[in-house]
């Protein structure tokens, strides 16, 4: 079956400080993996997404994050995290069972950084 | 572009009630998800639409749950009778034709109190 797997469900990171979410996956085939971003009471943004090339994928805000095959992960990373980062954060890879591209979400990982 | 957008935003209603949730997709965009989030299940996709046509709606809970998409600027999603148990928000989500490559956009969602 394929699945999304976000083990953590609460980052906490000091300002300024390099911060690390992580997802790791298990699909069929190539994986095409997707990074969203919601704040409170928002809708869920998008950051990011791999879907071939280079393993290193650069988004929005400042964000990346490495696609690795071995490990079958892909973690989101950000140099300096600011406060203003503090939101939940879904990683999610496309069902390639599914025609319409289906998005099979993890539980979302809870970022917080303090000042 | 507006982005996705949804309607109501905020919802309260009592138990037995109908509910409508209203939905207005990216322009030129051919597929439209709708989908459920709670602190139990997380993101859960209830139905996906392709150039109006319910694609797939193996995650519609019950019978009490139904969705439209009437033409290509517009979907519903009914509850009807709602419950207690179907208090969450509520999430549409677009995206453009071209292949499992393309980003999915979410609209701010509907949060919904049945009472």
């Known amino acids: 079956a394929q699945s999304v797997a976000q083990p953590e469900d609460q980052v906490n990171v000091a300002e300024g400080n390099p911060l690390t979410v992580k997802c790791t996956y298990s699909v069929s085939g190539n994986p095409y993996l997707f990074w969203y971003v919601q704040y409170p009471n928002r809708g869920l943004q998008f950051l990011l997404k791999?879907?071939?090339?280079?393993?290193l994928v650069k988004g929005s805000y400042g964000f990346e994050a490495e696609f690795n095959k071995s490990q079958t992960s892909f973690h989101l990373k950000k140099p300096s995290a600011l406060v203003s980062d503090s939101a939940l954060y879904f990683c999610a890879v496309r069902d390639h069972y599914n025609q319409g591209g289906k998005l099979i979400f993890g539980q979302g990982t809870e970022l917080s950084v303090k000042p | 572009d507006a982005g996705v957008i949804q309607s109501p935003r905020h919802e309260v209603t009592e138990m037995g009630q109908e509910v409508t949730l209203r939905c207005k997709p990216i322009s030129g965009h051919d597929y439209l998800f709708w989908y459920r989030q709670t602190m139990m299940r997380g993101l859960e996709l209830l139905i996906y639409?392709?150039?109006?046509?319910?694609?797939?709606d193996s995650g519609m809970p019950e019978d009490r749950f139904s969705a439209k998409m009437p033409n290509a600027s517009f979907s519903t999603l009914k509850i009807q009778p709602s419950e207690p148990r179907d208090s969450a928000v509520y999430f549409c989500a677009s995206r453009p034709k071209t292949g499992g490559r393309e980003t999915q956009y979410f609209g701010p969602g509907t949060r919904l109190l049945v009472l």
């Open positions: 791999y879907i071939t090339g280079d393993n």
């Open positions: 639409f392709n150039n109006n046509v319910p694609i797939d």
